[in-house]
């Protein structure tokens, strides 16, 4: 099994930055991805970006694609997520996630995914 807690979610005005971290323990021998997805009131939870742990290669979403910028530290199981030119619309509650089964699947689906932390809020202000 593995755990994974977000942290550094918070209020922050438009064309602001905020960093979000993403701390995993336990079996993270095993992950081979890491990813945002994030969930707007009444909205489903989309995809935001992924990296992947052997080369760092990395995917965004169009949407924050040129101001959101994934990275991680795997030396610590940690992986990051630098927010900046916020707009109101990235208002959500942001979730880490983790891969370690291979499957057929897009990755920017949920279901590619076998591990979600908690969530974190992130408000953008006008």
């Known amino acids: 099994q593995v755990q994974l807690g977000e942290s550094g979610g918070g209020l922050v005005q438009a064309g602001g930055s905020l960093r979000l971290s993403c701390a995993a323990s336990?079996?993270?021998?095993?992950?081979?991805?890491m990813g945002w997805f994030r969930q707007a009131p009444g909205k489903e939870r989309e995809f935001v970006a992924r990296?992947?742990?052997?080369?760092?290669?990395?995917y965004y979403s169009d949407s924050v694609k040129g101001r959101f910028t994934i990275s991680r530290d795997n030396a610590k199981n940690t992986v990051f997520l630098q927010m900046s030119s916020m707009k109101p619309e990235d208002t959500a509650v942001y979730y880490c996630?983790?891969?370690?089964?291979?499957?057929?699947?897009?990755?920017?689906?949920?279901?590619?995914?076998?591990?979600w932390g908690q969530g974190t809020q992130v408000t953008v202000s006008s």
């Open positions: 990296i992947r742990r052997s080369g760092g290669a990395t």
């Open positions: 996630a983790a891969q370690s089964s291979i499957r057929g699947l897009d990755y920017t689906s949920s279901a590619y995914y076998d591990y």
């Open positions: 336990g079996r993270t021998f095993s992950l081979n991805s």
